[in-house]
Nanobody, 124 residues
């Protein structure tokens, strides 16, 4: 049974940092892109960043470049380090996994597996 379990969300102030974790189990993700998405009520889900597990190649949305960093370890956990947080970063953050398809935008991959989400709230 595939599971993606996020943790690390919370309430912070503008300029603070948070680190989200996504513990993956039940599958071999070496050929997968592990992505972080976020969503606020009434808005479409937004791709934030992804990492290709096998190579560590990353891709960031422009809105978070220079502030967020994705990484993974050898224990099937993906991290999202978020620095200099802004109120517009407030959202539910979801971890997801998709088989890599070369030539396709990572935001448009078929994400088969999703976590339950963790809330990040940034107060001004």
């Amino acid at each position: 049974q595939v599971q993606l379990v996020e943790s690390g969300g919370g309430l912070v102030h503008t300029g603070d940092s948070l680190r989200l974790s996504c513990a993956a189990s039940g599958h071999t993700f070496s050929s997968y892109v592990m992505g972080w998405f976020r969503q606020t009520p009434g808005k479409e889900r937004e791709f934030v960043v992804g990492i290709l597990w096998s190579t560590g190649t990353t891709y960031y949305a422009d809105s978070v470049k220079g502030r967020f960093t994705i990484s993974r370890d050898n224990a099937n956990t993906v991290y999202l380090q978020m620095n200099n947080l802004k109120p517009e970063d407030t959202a539910a953050y979801y971890c997801a996994a998709a088989p890599m398809v070369f030539g396709r935008q990572w935001s448009r991959l078929k994400y088969d597996y999703w976590g339950q989400g963790t809330q990040v709230t940034v107060s001004s």
